[in-house]
């Protein structure tokens, strides 16, 4: 691909982010929280895992969000959490789209034998209830640890992405560019990698970012649970002592409200995002124009 | 037929797959964790029942891998799961049963309810495209759709119970009360369901709301609904029997696919609201170390979702003519 190419593609994502306002709006709170993840102690005023401070205060300039039952500013812990959100949502999503990739588009690819065996896997995996199944697997384990989280996510979250692909793949498989690749003898690494691949490039992304949500959404109800390491700063564990010191009935929701806000925030990024994409792959989809309802209506 | 011949088969292989996924999971993990919980009961407990959770758990080491994995389907099948550790010596089935009509009444009706209002209001947007529900409903539940289903769960308990006091806070009946066949007691069970039945209703709709939507775009394009307009056939009559039903065929696949995900929300709801259903009870089961009770729900809620899937086949073969079809 030469720069030029590059550049095009860009201004293209560029102009694509500006009309569509789904898109604009999650981008801006995904960039937002990407930035408090990597920089947490510009956004901490306070050591977020000290317990000196008066337990239980109101807001207040000095702690905007309250404190804890412990003593803990809320605002500091929401900030120092964002972390460990974003890691778990761009890690597994990146590692379960990689996982949908290889699995959805070597069963269309190859048919046959290798795609019933695939498939069949993938949709056994589907329609196994996960969490009940996480519940089990961390149980087992004792307070999982990051990368055990990460693990059980992957393995649960990557299914949906593989069918999804695998069908998009299949529809792909016997247009006449791709037929006229292999009559010219292209290698199959050649066919998948330049062919196949970037015409699904919308769907694969949407897949991250679906992938990702899941992610988010499932480690913060087992850390809620008290299944991850409550000793980490994290908003899932953050609800986990909120919900243990009973704050809504002591008078402080904002303890356990704020940290689900924050999940809920990164959530809505992750899913505008994703029905921004889904509109890019499927132009049925996109909002009609007053010009075009009008067509409708007819 | 055949389509659900082939639909059974493959519901019974993932039956299967969870079996052994659960028969493995416990020998896989470092250091056994169960054996140390197990062996305060050794002698307490009579030695068929001990066996029983011994092959369930991977721990008896008298007899090699294979034939303990038989034992172990042989009992699961006949519905032998052992005794509870945490209510002990209670048998896990007879624990189970306890809790399973509160959840099979709670989920099972938010989540028919969620499908069928999601599904209606879906199929509506897209009628009207442009229209100011299809301008409002999907960014809105786009947006809904990302919050955590127990966090809405804490905040309508909030809302609702703890500022407005119009709702009980926690439990699936008032404490004081005997359970009794009466309207009092049917009411107050009503009473303390509404909140957790709204949590789940709010998470779960805006994913039906949005696929039946975009089944329906894609639907309503289609020539023989305009042919059917043409014939100047009532709006109402194309929408619900010409585009509606062609539209839903999508949806009931998709009830399949995320029936997973509604459960799984439908546990932290449960837990939430400490409500007495089998979420609840799997999460208790997993802070009191009861390894025979916790798998056992696993399985049983695995059940639960083939079950639903199944049902959901069953629907999509009645109004799916091409399934019916013999190839």
New interface residues.
């Given amino acids: 691909m030469s720069w030029d190419k590059i550049r095009r593609r860009l201004s293209a994502g560029g102009r694509f982010l500006l009309r569509d306002k789904k898109a604009l709006v999650g981008s801006i709170i995904l960039l937002v929280l990407i930035v408090i993840s990597a920089f947490p102690s510009w956004f901490t005023p306070d050591d977020p895992t000290a317990e000196i401070y008066n337990p239980g205060a109101g807001l207040s300039w000095a702690h905007p969000l309250g404190t804890t039952s412990f003593g803990q500013d809320v605002f500091s812990q929401l900030m120092a959490g964002t972390r460990q959100s974003v890691m778990i949502a761009l890690v597994v999503g990146l590692i379960s789209t990689v996982l949908s990739v290889v699995v959805g588009i070597t069963a269309a690819y190859s048919g046959g034998v290798v795609d019933d065996v695939l498939s069949l896997i993938t949709d056994v995996i589907l329609v196994i209830p996960t969490f009940p199944l996480i519940i089990v697997i961390a149980a087992y384990t004792k307070s999982a640890s990051f990368w055990t989280i990460v693990f059980v996510l992957v393995v649960t979250g990557w299914s949906y992405g593989a069918r999804q692909l695998r069908v998009q793949a299949l529809s792909l498989r016997n247009r006449d560019y791709l037929l006229a690749a292999r009559a010219r003898g292209e290698s199959s690494w050649y066919i998948i990698g330049v062919e196949l691949i970037p015409p699904m490039t919308s769907l694969i992304v949407a897949n991250f970012l679906g992938a990702a949500l899941y992610a988010v959404l499932a480690a913060a109800g087992l850390q809620f649970v008290g299944l991850g390491n409550v000793n980490t700063q994290s908003w899932g564990t953050m609800l986990y002592w909120a919900q243990n010191n009973e704050a809504l009935s002591a008078g402080l929701p904002l303890w356990a409200l704020a940290p689900g806000v924050m999940i809920a925030v990164l959530g809505s990024a992750l899913a505008l995002l994703n029905y921004a994409f889904d509109e890019v792959s499927n132009p049925a989809l996109r909002p009609v124009s007053k010009r075009q309802r009008r067509k409708v209506a007819l | 037929m055949r389509f659900l011949v082939r639909r059974l088969g493959?519901?019974l292989?993932?039956l299967w797959?969870?079996l052994t996924?659960?028969f493995f999971?416990?020998r896989l993990?470092p250091g056994n964790?169960?054996e140390a919980i197990l062996a305060q009961f050794r002698g307490r407990l009579n030695p068929s029942s001990l066996k029983a959770i011994e092959v369930a758990l991977g721990i008896g080491k008298h007899q090699n891998l294979l034939a303990s994995y038989f034992e172990y389907l042989r009992n699961t099948l006949t519905g032998n799961f052992g005794v509870s550790t945490s209510y002990f010596p209670v048998p896990v089935t007879s624990v189970i049963s306890r809790a399973l009509p509160w959840s099979l009444g709670l989920v099972g009706i938010s989540t028919v309810l969620g499908f069928l209002f999601g599904t209606a209001l879906g199929a509506i947007a897209a009628w009207r495209?442009?229209g100011w529900l299809d301008?409002v409903l999907?960014?809105s539940f786009?947006?809904v759709?990302?919050?955590?289903?127990?966090?809405v769960g804490?905040?309508s308990?909030?809302l609702f119970s703890?500022t407005l006091n119009w709702f009980p806070?926690l439990g699936g009946y008032t404490e004081t009360v005997t359970p009794t066949l009466t309207w009092g007691f049917v009411g107050d069970v009503l009473w303390h369901a509404v909140l957790p039945a709204f949590t789940i209703l709010l998470t779960s709709i805006g994913g039906w709301i949005?696929t039946m939507r975009?089944n329906m775009?894609?639907v309503v394009?289609e020539d023989y609904v305009k042919m059917a307009r043409a014939k100047g056939l009532r709006p109402r009559r194309i929408l619900w029997q010409y585009a509606g039903r062609n539209a839903l065929l999508p949806n009931l696949t998709g009830f399949?696919?995320s029936?997973?995900?509604v459960?799984?929300?439908a546990?932290?709801v449960e837990?939430?609201f400490n409500y007495p259903g089998v979420g609840f009870l799997?999460?208790q089961a997993?802070?009191a170390?009861d390894?025979p009770l916790?798998?056992a729900?696993?399985l049983l809620?695995?059940v639960a979702?083939?079950v639903a899937?199944f049902l959901s086949d069953v629907a999509t073969a009645l109004l799916d003519p091409r399934t019916r079809s013999t190839r």
């Fill in positions: 493959f519901l292989i993932a797959a969870a996924v659960n999971i416990p993990m964790p169960a495209r442009g301008n999907p960014p786009i947006v759709s990302a919050f955590p289903y127990f966090w804490l905040l308990i909030w703890l806070t949005l975009n775009i894609t394009a399949a696919m029936l997973g995900f459960i799984s929300g546990i932290l837990f939430v799997l999460l997993v802070s170390e390894y916790m798998q729900l696993f809620i695995t979702v083939l899937i």
